[in-house]
């Protein structure tokens, strides 16, 4: 079966604040995506990044860059520099191909604080 | 390029009423799928289609539960005899199928349940 654990509640950090969110996951699968979505107040799920297992390469986009670690099943989202706007609860997700369903984790809260 | 739509946003419904809510995928996306949502919990998945056939349907999917894409564009999800149990924000979400595409959420449909 396959899991995602994001064990960070809730995060308040001040603006300018440096934040990184936490996700664990669990699959027997060699082959699997991990994915990064933004849920502000609205309710939409906007998608931030998508990784396949067999690409460890971390990224950066702008202020936000992923550390993918297969050795420890982790794909943790850091936020540079963080901003109010950035307020919204994040999840992360697994899945078995690009668009079979996706597996969420039960999100982080992040508040930013001016 | 539109995104994926949902409708109603909110509906408030007495106990054993039935509902039902429309999803339009992104134009040319041949995957659909519909997820559940509660407070404070990541989303959990129902059911997805292919085109018009529904590939999988999750166990949370109870015999009140239906959905349909009859002709592989909009879907609709319908609720009988709703209980208070089923208030939720119900997701959708559309991919184009192919290994390495995205899941493309909408702004979700808010049932509550009196």
């Known amino acids: 079966a396959q899991k995602v654990t994001q064990a960070q509640t809730e995060i308040s950090v001040v603006e300018k604040e440096d934040v990184t969110l936490d996700c664990v996951y669990e699959?027997?699968?060699?082959?699997?995506?991990l994915f990064w979505y933004k849920q502000p107040p609205s309710g939409e799920l906007v998608f931030l990044i998508r990784?396949?297992?067999?690409?460890?390469q971390n990224e950066i986009s702008g202020r936000y860059s992923w550390n993918f670690q297969k050795s420890t099943s982790s794909f943790n989202f850091t936020i540079t520099a963080s901003q109010v706007v950035d307020s919204a609860v994040y999840f992360c997700?697994?899945?078995?191909?690009?668009?079979?369903?996706?597996?969420f984790g039960k999100g982080t809260r992040l508040s930013v604080i001016a | 390029d539109t995104g994926v739509s949902q409708d109603p946003r909110h509906k408030i419904t007495k106990r054993g009423q039935n509902v039902t809510f429309r999803c339009d995928p992104i134009?040319?996306?041949?995957?659909l799928y519909w997820y559940r949502q509660t407070l404070g919990q990541g989303p959990e998945f129902l059911t997805y289609f292919q085109n018009e056939a529904q590939l999988e349907k999750s166990r949370l999917l109870s015999d009140r539960f239906s959905a349909e894409r009859p002709k592989g564009s909009f879907s609709t999800l319908e609720i009988q005899r709703t209980e208070q149990g089923d208030s939720a924000m119900y997701l959708c979400?559309?991919?184009?199928?192919?290994?390495?595409?995205?899941?493309?959420f909408g702004e979700g449909s808010w049932l509550t349940v009196v």
């Open positions: 990784r396949n297992s067999f690409d460890e």
């Open positions: 699959t027997r699968d060699t082959t699997y995506y």
């Open positions: 134009s040319e996306h041949n995957r």
């Open positions: 979400a559309s991919s184009f199928l192919d290994s390495g595409n995205t899941i493309y």
């Open positions: 997700a697994l899945s078995r191909s690009g668009n079979t369903p996706l597996v």
